[in-house]
């Protein structure tokens, strides 16, 4: 595709639910980022996936948290058992290859609301 | 430890005046760093790039400074409009493969008034 599509683009769930959000990287970026933003705050690393190896997981907030990436394109976020807290924008992102200069090109997000 | 850090958190000018907006990093080895422009309910979409070697680069009424040296950049805005009203987000890239590669601040929200 053009640019990098998440989706839902939004997600209401109830508080114990699992959740799956999608991520779509731009066709051939090798890379690819998960973040977390929570309202008013700034973007939290989760994880870093490069091909459908996940070299750096170490933003994943809890073992509720995971993901996998398949075909080096498509990535899934799952969340478990949701909270409260988990409440925020999930941004993906995907950039050619971990270079210098390698632009990350954001997605619109995912804006996840516990009830 | 790798981090960013950027001031003020928010500023609130009016229309048509400038603004500087600052970032200090103590990112270690450094690759790059970029200034990204978050609109609301939106990605962020990149501005500008500045490696190393480069010290000033200017994009329309943005230009953006590095001094490698004391690990300090700004983003400096002239002439601002509305639309300039966003979250700008200092990102800072190391060169160290094995890690994150990726370390974001956590973002001027500015706001520019009529």
């Known amino acids: 595709g053009a640019g990098v599509s998440q989706s839902p683009s939004n997600k209401v769930t109830e508080k114990g639910k699992d959740v799956e959000l999608r991520c779509d990287p731009i066709?051939?970026?090798?890379?690819l980022y998960w973040y977390r933003q929570r309202l008013g705050q700034g973007l939290e690393f989760l994880i870093y996936?490069?091909?459908?190896?996940?070299?750096?997981k170490s933003g994943l907030p809890s073992d509720r948290f995971s993901a996998e990436r398949t075909g080096e394109s498509v990535s899934t976020l799952t969340i478990q058992r949701t909270q409260q807290e988990d409440s925020a924008v999930y941004l993906c992102?995907?950039?050619?290859?971990?270079?210098?200069?390698?632009?990350?090109?954001f997605g619109q997000g995912t804006r996840l609301t516990v009830v | 430890k790798n981090q960013v850090e950027q001031s003020p958190q928010s500023l609130i000018i009016l229309e048509g005046k400038n603004c500087t907006l600052q970032?200090?990093?103590?990112?270690?080895?450094?690759?790059?760093l970029r200034w990204y422009k978050q609109d609301t309910g939106r990605g962020p979409v990149s501005l500008t790039i500045?490696?190393?070697?480069?010290n000033t680069k200017s994009n329309g009424r943005y230009t953006a400074t590095l001094d490698a040296d004391t690990k300090q950049s700004s983003l400096h805005i002239t002439a601002s409009q509305l639309s300039d009203s966003a979250s700008y987000i200092c990102?800072?890239?190391?060169?160290?493969?094995?890690?994150?590669?990726?370390?974001f601040g956590k973002g001027t929200t500015l706001s520019v008034s009529s």
């Open positions: 992102a995907s950039s050619s290859h971990r270079t210098v200069n390698t632009e990350a090109f």
């Open positions: 066709s051939g970026h090798t890379a």
């Open positions: 996936f490069q091909g459908n190896s996940a070299p750096d």
């Open positions: 970032c200090n990093y103590t990112v270690s080895p450094f690759s790059n």
């Open positions: 500045m490696t190393f070697s480069e």
């Open positions: 990102v800072v890239s190391d060169s160290n493969q094995a890690g994150t590669a990726l370390i």
